[in-house]
């Protein structure tokens, strides 16, 4: 009896025709034909609960300005937000199965959307789904809309959603570095420059070096995630406003502004702002940024972990999992490696964005999908890293003071400290013969009568050499 009420079947028609739907969903005939026709990849609307949760808001919004207009009965508004908000406390997300990449400009999303909604209206309303003279997708739920501004409304404030975790993951790796750059403060090491000895400085600097240039970067996300607010909601098909009533999209943003609490607010030129998907162009490119920037410090921490033993060897990743299947004792720096190719994935991304933003013709941009997909995929993407990053391997990171403190003493490029005392040509001198004796640049000062011991032990001090400092101190000769 069971498998019988599963294949159950409701009849219903649209412009190609009729179909059988499945009893058991609350999506419709059109949903049905975009699960059909876009088969295309495993990045399905369901797995992104904001993007959703944002249709839902952009519906309610539409449905409280539609009431307000006499636009719907109180009864079909009632139903209408009823069910949006069922939406917003994560019921029915399994009734959203289609692709997010898809031809048609978002269509089959919004209408995926339109025919949940109105069918589970429909039920709240004491009718069957499918019912749809009672409450219908397309001229209740979708009353004053079109796919081209409920669609991209919804991007903008699933993505601002998706911004404001984004930034929150963001902000705790930050905090990861910035703990490590605090616990690492006293441990001096040699800074490199082209992979080649430069001079000395504190393990502090660099993990403190790796949260600034990260810090800096919440600002721009912040920034780019501002053009989210602008929607263009009463735009309908083109920006000309056809079938919206004159004050549709004053009241339209002002729902969607009292059910958010967003400074959401309508775009100046509507026709402009229907083809223009520079907001999603200027994200992902906010995205990269970071993306590049953490790809540049996780190589960073490959190298100073290489080792154990024939390595830079500065730092200790915490040994997560075996390393090969041949070689005994191997441990790979894994986490650090997942950072890396999450941070390629994002650069690709957004190369995608950038060539389907440039794609828009006419009054519309067919593109936005993928846009979109790659958006919410490259904030989810971020997000797992950083904090898969931050947990599993910042956190526990180690230094090795002892083989730190080694390499400075053995490095010739601590003669750099010596060049305002003693002058370029003599330290160029004193690093040559380093070279080519194997003598440290502390014994060849003292040897050639260079600099007294004292004055030579004021001016190698690790706290002189990791900052500006004034020393009154005159060479020997």
Not at 75 to 82: H, V
Not at 378 to 386: C, E, H, P, V
Request: charged fraction near 25%; hydrophobic fraction near 40%.
């Amino acid at each position: 009896m069971k498998e019988e009420l599963s294949k159950a079947t409701r009849t219903e028609s649209d412009l190609i025709g009729e179909r059988e739907v499945p009893e058991t969903a609350l999506y419709g005939v059109q949903t049905l034909r975009g699960i059909e026709n876009f088969r295309i990849s495993k990045y399905h609307l369901c797995e992104y609960p904001l993007f959703i949760n944002a249709l839902a808001i952009t519906k309610m919004g539409a449905a409280m300005a539609n009431f307000e207009l006499g636009l719907l009965t109180e009864e079909q508004a009632n139903a209408i937000l009823r069910a949006c908000k069922e939406i917003l406390e994560g019921k029915h997300h399994d009734q959203f199965p289609v692709d997010m990449i898809q031809g048609g400009a978002g269509t089959t999303t919004n209408m995926n959307a339109n025919e949940v909604i109105a069918n589970r209206a429909l039920e709240l309303m004491g009718h069957k789904r499918g019912e749809y003279q009672y409450c219908s997708p397309n001229d209740h739920v979708n009353r004053s809309q079109s796919t081209n501004d409920a669609y991209p409304t919804a991007i903008h404030i699933g993505m601002y959603y998706t911004h404001l975790k984004l930034v929150k993951h963001f902000k705790e790796v930050i905090d990861a570095f910035r703990r490590k750059g605090e616990e690492f403060a006293h441990v001096i090491k040699m800074g490199r420059t082209q992979l080649e000895d430069a001079v000395p400085m504190t393990l502090g600097q660099t993990f403190n070096g790796f949260a600034s240039i990260l810090q800096d970067e919440v600002k721009n996300l912040d920034f780019a995630a501002q053009d989210f607010l602008t929607v263009n909601m009463g735009a309908t098909a083109i920006g000309t406003g056809i079938t919206a009533e004159p004050e549709y999209a004053s009241k339209c943003i002002a729902a969607l502004r009292k059910i958010t609490g967003l400074d959401i607010r309508l775009a100046d030129d509507l026709i402009g702002a229907t083809s223009d998907t520079s907001c999603l162009v200027g994200y992902s490119s906010a995205m990269r940024r970071i993306a590049v920037k953490m790809n540049k410090i996780c190589n960073d921490l490959r190298l100073l972990a290489s080792g154990p033993r024939c390595g830079l060897g500065e730092i200790n990743l915490p040994a997560m999992q075996p390393g090969s299947s041949i070689m005994p004792g191997k441990v790979n720096p894994v986490i650090p490696e997942v950072m890396n190719q999450i941070d390629y994935k994002v650069i690709g991304n957004d190369l995608c964005v950038a060539m389907s933003g440039e794609a828009a013709q006419m009054e519309l941009n067919a593109m936005e999908p993928v846009m979109a997909q790659c958006c919410f995929e490259s904030a989810d993407l971020l997000m797992n890293g950083f904090d898969t990053l931050r947990t599993l391997c910042i956190d526990g990171i180690t230094a090795n003071e002892e083989k730190c403190r080694k390499d400075v003493h053995n490095s010739i490029g601590v003669v750099t400290a010596l060049n305002p005392v003693i002058g370029y040509k003599n330290s160029t001198k004193i690093a040559k013969e380093a070279q080519e004796t194997g003598k440290g640049v502390y014994e060849l000062v003292l040897e050639h009568d260079i600099l007294s011991k004292e004055d030579l032990d004021t001016i190698l001090k690790p706290e002189n050499m990791i900052h500006p400092v004034k020393l009154d101190i005159k060479p020997n000769h």
